[in-house]
């Protein structure tokens, strides 16, 4: 029995910010904190803070410009975080409407009704509650029965989700799965940090996993494999102990940070022996591989694990990047990817949909064009 991708979905918020439009934004901020702590810097007791710019993000990322769920509050030099409405208990929480529309873009491409579905998995980096999980709200929503929970492997959470919901169907526990991954990371961004403040966007995507299709766009999954290694390189210490251990719920460690340089050395190999070792146990030759479908997190880590695994640099079909546009949208990403970048393959070839991030974690899906 094979398991199918039959239709995928993604949902884009209306508001974007360009690299120069959040450049001039944090600039502003530099120049405000340097003068009022001008004493302090003069004298050695504090270090002044340098000033962004669009050729550094862009070489540094390849990012050019980001989705938002909110613009204004970032942008907002007295502010510089997204201001979003709180919801009441009785209205869908934003999570949930993001899942929901990326969802039904995904049960329509799979030509199934919602009502079909057996279970939803909600995977994402970051979940705006403890209880009850955003996914039995979704399934509330879909009119799904069944069952439904959330999950977090941090960028790696859509081929985490995927490989579940694969055990799932070929348990014979559910015949056709959601997997949806809604990612406000703008909500967990300092946009004080130079290092930092340019790194993610705000989208949502969704995925149907089923026994068989119809769908024009199936896609049979071949093999999927998962690997984890503890590294404090990516953190974020935000969670429900802040509060009585009486930490600072506005201190940086509670955003997200990163050593990138060490990220960058380490997940490299880890990433790129994964995949290699995936493709051998299926006997897949890596000239085979029409496509990689890489996390999108940053455009110069991509290219550098493409061309190990390729022997030469990569065609720019052969590795398809939306973080250009999108940013590092977490575990929507390597999904934005598959999603904006498959329609143009053909009976047989086959693909390989690969996240990597925080943990380390890194999950790989390998499939084939029906």
Known sequence: MSVVISGTGLFTPKESITNEELVESFNQYVSVFNESNK?????????A?????????KKASGIEQRYVQNKSGILDVTRMRPKLDQRSNSDVSILAEMAILASKEAIKQAGIESSDIDAVICGCANLQRAYPAVAIEIQQELNISGYAYD???????ATFSIQNAYNDILSGVANKVLVVNPEICSGHLNFKDRDAHFIFGDACTAIILERESQSNMTFEILGTKLQ??????IRNNFGFLNLPEDSDPLASDKLFIQKGRSVFKEVVPMVQEHIRDHLESLDIEIRNVRRLWLHQANL??????????????PEDN????????????????????????????????????????AGYSVGSIIVRKI
């Not at 803070?49 to 993000?57: A, G």
């Not at 110069?300 to 640099?313: S, Y």
């Not at 934005?336 to 690969?354: M, P």
Request: charged letters at 20%; a negative charge.
């Open 151 to 157: 999950m977090n492997v941090a960028c790696s959470s």
């Open 318 to 357: 052969e590795m398809p990047i939306i973080l250009n546009d999108y940013a590092n949208t977490s575990s929507a990403g390597s999904i934005i990817a598959f999603h904006k970048n498959k329609n143009d393959f053909t009976s047989d070839q086959i693909g390989v949909i690969s996240s990597f991030g």
């Open 49 to 57: 803070l340098v000033p962004s710019s669009s050729e550094f993000i």
């Open 39 to 47: 004493e302090l810097i003069d004298s050695g007791d504090l270090e």
């Open 300 to 313: 110069n880590m991509n290219q550098l694990i493409a061309k190990r695994l390729l022997g030469r640099d």
């Open 228 to 233: 984890t290694k503890f590294s404090n390189n």
